[in-house]
């Protein structure tokens, strides 16, 4: 079993499998009238990371779901990459995951079931760490491998935190570097080198816990992780939501170490094209490196944390504390006419 590879299993990578947003948007589209529900607070209406509903005036439960094919090789790591990305959806709501359930898609005449149990001890692993029952689940006969978690958390509406209440004049920052989509492509066509895959892996597995430690600040006006749409375009949900424009500082945004060995050799995943094909017209100043970063498809990638101005100091120094050293990468604007995000 240590020689089977997954990712050749699959013909998409992580949250590289997501359909474009442009495809998804039409997808999405309906005209067919769904009767109101006054106590959900987030659902369809909006791009958010999961549904929201209010049990009391205090509190609320978190639901969400997430699940994808093979970003890695391993199949102890590829649950765990797997289950940090659905939990995540819970953070960055500003919330705490209470129970999880497992989603498994497994091509059983062509990869042995001890591998599809080695992917949900991965998946233990990491309810463990994140104090949580993996409870049950379902699976199917697929043709390629697919696995991920509904999770299930709660938050109190006070600290609910949403990606469409951003405000003109917000300082943007990210708590994890981007290139993970680069790297793992890198790695399935066996290009990467072990040391940044295995940089890439800790922060895919590396838990987004600390949006439910900061949800309690209203200064955190908006909040929202950064997956398969990469960068620019959560950035970009942000904007259309809260009716705001955003300025990005390029050479402030952190990157994973080592990134330009691979962006010089136009090493990047399918969808980062499909990506940039969605969002092309609302965006200017671009450039050959940027567009390769800022529309990379993100697995399990860090929180795009939206900061009152006059607060910058109160939450940089409370990230310290809490083990980031983290800087603007951008700020929030008025609206303009002509572009959605400036890239600088």
Same mark, same amino acid.
């Given at each position: 079993?240590s020689?089977i590879k ?11 499998c997501?359909i474009a ?5 039409k997808?999405l ?10 106590k959900l607070?987030?659902?369809n209406?909006?791009k ?5 509903y209010e049990l ?7 639901s ?9 090789d391993?199949a ?6 797997a289950?940090?990305?659905?939990i995540?959806?819970?953070?960055s709501?500003?919330?705490n995951p209470?129970m999880a359930l497992?989603?498994l898609g497994w091509p059983v005449?062509?990869l042995p079931a ?7 001890d991965?998946?233990?692993?990491v309810?463990r760490?994140a104090n949580?029952?993996?409870a049950?689940?379902?699976?199917i006969d ?7 978690l509904?999770v ?7 600290n609910l935190k949403?990606n469409n209440t951003?405000h ?5 920052? %990210?708590?994890k570097p ?5 790297i793992t492509?890198?790695q399935k066509?066996?290009?990467?080198l ?9 922060y895919m597995?590396t ?7 900061i @949800?309690?600040?209203?200064f955190?006006t908006a ?8 960068? %620019?375009?959560?950035l970009l ?5 809260s009716?705001?424009s955003a300025e ?5 945004v952190?990157?994973?170490e080592?990134l330009n060995?691979?962006t @010089? ?8 094209m499909r990506?940039?094909?969605s ?5 200017k100043?671009?450039?050959a490196?940027?567009l ?10 860090g929180l ?5 101005a ?10 310290? @504390? %809490?083990?980031?050293q %983290?800087?603007?990468?951008g ?8 572009f959605?995000? @400036?890239i600088?």
């Amino acid at each position: 079993m240590s020689e089977i590879k997954l990712t050749q299993y699959s013909h998409g990578a992580g949250c590289g499998c997501k359909i474009a947003p442009a495809v998804l948007d039409k997808i999405l589209h309906s005209d067919f009238k769904s009767a109101g529900f006054s106590k959900l607070l987030v659902g369809n209406e909006s791009k958010d990371d999961a549904a929201v509903y209010e049990l009391d005036n205090d509190n609320c439960i978190i639901s969400t779901t997430d699940f994808f094919m093979p970003i890695v090789d391993d199949a102890f790591t590829f649950g765990k990459i797997a289950s940090v990305n659905a939990i995540s959806d819970v953070y960055s709501m500003g919330g705490n995951p209470i129970m999880a359930l497992a989603i498994l898609g497994w091509p059983v005449d062509k990869l042995p079931a001890e591998l599809a149990q080695k992917v949900l001890d991965g998946a233990r692993e990491v309810c463990r760490e994140a104090n949580i029952p993996l409870a049950g689940g379902h699976s199917i006969d697929s043709p390629e491998p697919i696995f991920g978690l509904a999770v299930t958390g709660t938050v109190s509406k006070a600290n609910l935190k949403k990606n469409n209440t951003a405000h003109a004049g917000n300082l943007l920052y %990210l708590t994890k570097p981007l290139g993970v989509g680069i790297i793992t492509t890198a790695q399935k066509r066996g290009l990467a080198l072990n040391e940044d895959v295995t940089r890439a892996v800790t922060y895919m597995t590396t838990l987004n816990a600390v949006g439910a430690a900061i @949800s309690k600040h209203n200064f955190v006006t908006a909040l929202t992780d950064i997956t398969g749409f990469g960068l %620019l375009g959560h950035l970009l949900e942000v904007c259309e939501g809260s009716g705001v424009s955003a300025e990005l500082n390029y050479s402030a945004v952190p990157l994973i170490e080592n990134l330009n060995y691979y962006t @010089s050799k136009m090493i990047y995943p399918d969808n980062t094209m499909r990506n940039w094909q969605s969002y092309d017209k609302k965006v200017k100043g671009i450039g050959a490196e940027s567009l390769l970063t800022l529309c990379d498809p993100q697995t399990s990638g860090g929180l795009m944390i939206c900061v009152e101005a006059d607060s910058q100091s109160e939450f940089e120094t409370e990230m310290t @504390s %809490l083990g980031f050293q %983290l800087k603007p990468i951008g700020k929030l604007r008025e609206p303009q006419p002509d572009f959605v995000v @400036s890239i600088i």
